[in-house]
């Protein structure tokens, strides 16, 4: 990751009194009281030498009971002009920080984010709402003293206990009692709660069903006719809890939790705990070179199997069923070689810190090669079906127009970020793995509206063809005897494959993998070397890239609703996590 130059910070803390650069190896990370953070974010997001125009994230770490203050803010913003990262530190006094709205607008899921899951309110904030939990529930998530398993206070006999009269045995014999679940008028409160003025008699709800929204989304619009005015967006029922799991198991344990957010391209949300373990770790550079070029290939034939899925998906929305068959049969050959190698095809959980599980089996690079030789005539079928089709066209052309100043604003990422004319991908910027090493453009597009987002996705799946093909060539003039788990040359450096032993050091980091939807960025704050992270942040694209539905659909009929929500392409395990 290219962090700011510890010079450009150093000239910070000279010209502002009340900033300070901490001592950190894996990042650059300032720390500003709070009465002076707005002032000072402005200057870097303003600033002609800084330019931090772009929202990365912004959340807290809880510090413990006994700490005073308790609760610290994290910023993570970047400047497209310098290609440049920075991490922002501040103190929340009196569980209170100042809102970021009026700076980023993508600073809005954030902030309900963070009242959510840690009780810290936002001054200035206009509509500080819960985000994944219903109105009415009276605990913060995410705050150190809040149990893994929860508060178990509400009684939940099951069936099982009628039928036998209460008598059991054995199995089933557990506890009545569970954690809170939501009511209907606990639903219909968060509901009027989420769009409290509305200028139309009904609002109207789509979902949450899996149909139509991709996933169990709750989305609400207030509509003038068949034109929508106002949007909000209900969140949260698949929340997986995987950041409070994830504080409390070894780094190379978490990994499998990741599987189950993005479960369409599960390998890479592996590959970004990785990357931001072996980052904290000070081994990324280590990493053996048949690791890294295995990793690179399973993560882009993983982004052309989550496109297909996309594709297919997208098309059917919109009334084209027989793309849905023809990419399903050609994600289910990439699904076989997943299998192969790994042993699951969906749950993948092959990547570990420090490398990959196992080596390549006999014949894997064969069928790979065997796949990639129909592929591309396979997707020029697709683009001759729907690139040119008049009907394609007029539901995409010209259809909810997402700015560059969107991207900067919203902090998009992934191919709505690049559909809208910004090149920002991780893979060029970060150069993690092989991805320094092997050739590969990265397409934009010109209005950034619903046919770029097409146009751009179509494009990656073809420069992934061409990535793939390289990493083949490489690992093909590679002996079985290379290593494909890094082994510390310090004996007082415990990496294990199942993570026993393994410590995280002293610091923070921030790093990610430019997965099929986005960044996914992961935050690990340890303020001591320890097995279990203090805090650990998953910065989900798909969160962010959703957030702007709610813009981008305003004044468009309620059809288009449909032709958005399928080019942003979110996956509800990831948004909610």
Not at 175 to 189: N, Q, V
Not at 211 to 217: E, K
Not at 398 to 412: A, R, S
Not at 507 to 528: C, F, Q, S
Request: hydrophobic share 40%; aromatic share 12%; charged share 30%.
């Amino acid at each position: 990751m290219s962090w700011i130059t510890l010079d450009k910070a150093k000239r910070l803390e000279e010209k502002f009194d009340f900033v300070k650069v901490l001592e950190n190896e894996q990042a650059t990370v300032l720390e500003v009281p709070k009465e002076n953070l707005i002032q000072f974010l402005k200057f870097l997001k303003e600033d002609p030498d800084y330019l931090f125009k772009m929202f990365i994230d912004w959340t807290i770490v809880d510090h413990g009971e006994k700490a005073d203050p308790r609760f610290q803010g994290v910023v993570i913003l970047f400047s497209p002009e310098y290609k440049e990262r920075i991490i922002i530190k501040t103190w929340a006094t009196d569980e209170t920080l100042p809102t970021l709205t009026t700076l980023w607008s993508g600073a809005k899921w954030a902030e309900r984010e963070a009242w959510d899951m840690f009780g810290i309110k936002f001054e200035g904030h206009d509509h500080l709402v819960r985000m994944f939990l219903w109105e009415g529930y009276p605990y913060h998530p995410l705050r150190k003293d809040f149990p893994v398993r929860g508060i178990e206070e509400v009684e939940l006999p099951s069936l099982n206990e009628t039928e036998r009269n209460d008598q059991l045995e054995g199995m089933m014999n557990y506890s009545r009692m569970h954690t809170a679940l939501p009511t209907l008028e606990d639903l219909e409160r968060t509901q009027k709660i989420r769009m409290p003025e509305k200028s139309s008699q009904v609002v109207l709800n789509w979902g949450p069903l899996h149909p139509g929204t991709h996933g169990t989304i709750w989305f609400l619009f207030d509509m003038e006719g068949e034109y929508v005015k106002k949007c909000d967006i209900i969140i949260g029922q698949l929340h997986r809890g995987i950041e409070k799991l994830a504080e409390n198991l070894n780094v190379q344990q978490i990994i499998p939790y990741t599987d189950r957010m993005d479960y369409i391209a599960s390998i890479n949300e592996n590959h970004s705990v990785c990357v931001a373990a072996e980052k904290l770790l000070g081994i990324h550079e280590k990493i053996p070179e048949k690791a890294k070029y295995i990793r690179t290939m399973m993560a882009e034939l993983s982004r052309i199997n989550s496109h297909l899925l996309w594709l297919g998906t997208y098309a059917l929305d919109l009334g084209a069923l027989t793309m849905f068959l023809y990419t399903f049969r050609e994600r289910e050959k990439i699904m076989d070689i997943f299998e192969g190698i790994t042993g699951a095809r969906f749950t993948i959980n092959y990547f570990r810190v420090g490398g990959v599980y196992a080596d390549l089996p006999y014949g894997a690079l064969d069928a790979i090669e065997h796949f990639l030789k129909d592929f591309p005539t396979r997707l020029a079928d697709y683009e001759r079906l729907l690139t040119r089709n008049r009907i394609w066209l007029k539901r995409n052309v010209d259809v909810c127009i997402i700015t560059e100043e969107d991207v900067y604003d919203y902090g998009l990422t992934g191919a709505v970020a690049r559909a809208s004319g910004v090149p920002y991908d991780l893979r060029k910027i970060d150069k993690y793995d092989a991805y320094g090493e092997v050739d590969f453009d990265v397409p934009v597009g010109e209005k950034g509206d619903s046919y770029d987002r097409y146009l751009v996705r179509i494009e990656e799946i073809k420069q992934s063809v061409r990535i793939v093909n390289q990493c083949i060539e490489k690992l093909r003039k590679m002996s079985k005897n290379d290593p494909f788990f890094y082994e510390p040359e310090d004996k007082k450096m415990k990496i294990t494959i199942d993570g026993r032993g393994t410590k995280l050091k002293k610091g923070e980091v921030y790093a990610g993998t430019d997965n099929p939807r986005g960044e996914l960025g992961v935050y690990i704050y340890m303020p001591k070397d320890g097995i279990k992270p203090h805090r650990f942040r998953l910065r989900s694209g798909a969160f962010y890239n959703l957030q702007v539905f709610t813009k981008a659909i305003i004044g468009r009929p309620i059809a288009d609703a449909i032709t958005l929500l399928s080019t942003i392409d979110p996956v509800v395990g990831e948004t909610d996590r």
